[in-house]
């Protein structure tokens, strides 16, 4: 995935591989890892992250959905993790409303508490669309939600779409401001089997 600013200027780009994945009676569990890189190639994140399918319900741990610039601010930190399961089920439809999500993740540091929640509410399917990217050209479903996030004193809100494929995950994203403002969008590069 390539991420650029409003001004169509790459700003980071991302690797993500299932590097393990198993069969279970009711759909399969897999382990996601990601790196992710600035604009000058070098990594500012990187982890992993689980994903599991549940009688046609995807869920996806919420670790791999918070902005890496977002985590930078926990380094060298011990820190707690409180989180939902984003899910996605099997069979969508336009006008579905999806289940919210959270993360709230709590460090200390020294004497004062650092605290970060990132809540993605209202999510709906605004129904089917073909996108092209540079991996190619994806039916997928148009997804729209709200996030929040709270770290310390700052608060940010945002609106989202996500663009997600069958088979091949989310294919693009846009973020705007509460006005309406586009603030940056990622699409699909690269896609290898």
Same mark, same amino acid.
């Given at each position: 995935?390539?991420?650029?600013?409003?001004?169509?200027?790459?700003?980071?780009?991302?690797? $993500?591989?299932?590097?393990?994945?198993?069969? $279970? &009676?009711?759909? /399969?569990?897999?382990?996601?890892?990601?790196?992710?890189?600035?604009?000058?190639?070098?990594?500012?994140?990187?982890?992993?992250?689980?994903?599991?399918?549940?009688?046609?319900?995807?869920? #996806?741990?919420?670790?791999?959905?918070?902005? &890496?610039?977002?985590?930078?601010?926990?380094?060298?930190?011990? +820190?707690?993790?409180?989180?939902?399961?984003?899910?996605?089920? &099997?069979?969508?439809?336009?006008?579905? $409303?999806?289940?919210?999500? @959270?993360?709230?993740?709590? &460090?200390?540091?020294?004497?004062?508490?650092?605290?970060?929640? +990132?809540? #993605? $509410?209202?999510?709906?399917?605004?129904?089917?669309?073909?996108?092209?990217?540079?991996?190619?050209?994806?039916?997928?479903?148009?997804? @729209? /939600?709200?996030?929040?996030?709270?770290?310390?004193?700052? =608060?940010?809100? +945002?609106?989202? #779409?996500?663009?997600? @494929?069958?088979?091949?995950?989310? %294919?693009?994203?846009?973020?705007?401001?509460?006005?309406? =403002?586009? %603030?940056? /969008?990622?699409?699909?590069?690269? /896609?290898?089997?």
């Amino acid at each position: 995935m390539e991420s650029y600013d409003k001004k169509d200027k790459m700003q980071s780009r991302s690797e $993500t591989t299932v590097t393990k994945y198993e069969n $279970t &009676a009711n759909g /399969y569990i897999a382990t996601i890892s990601y790196k992710i890189y600035d604009n000058k190639e070098k990594v500012i994140s990187e982890g992993e992250y689980a994903m599991e399918c549940e009688d046609g319900v995807v869920k #996806i741990d919420m670790s791999g959905i918070v902005p &890496a610039e977002s985590m930078t601010a926990f380094q060298d930190m011990e +820190f707690e993790v409180e989180m939902d399961q984003l899910q996605y089920p &099997a069979n969508m439809s336009t006008g579905q $409303t999806l289940e919210d999500a @959270s993360i709230k993740i709590s &460090a200390q540091s020294g004497p004062i508490p650092m605290n970060m929640i +990132f809540d #993605i $509410t209202d999510r709906k399917v605004e129904g089917k669309e073909s996108i092209t990217t540079p991996a190619g050209t994806f039916d997928c479903y148009k997804i @729209s /939600y709200n996030t929040h996030s709270k770290m310390m004193v700052a =608060n940010m809100n +945002f609106t989202n #779409i996500e663009y997600l @494929s069958e088979g091949s995950g989310v %294919v693009k994203t846009e973020t705007y401001k509460s006005n309406g =403002n586009l %603030v940056s /969008y990622t699409l699909l590069a690269k /896609y290898e089997y």
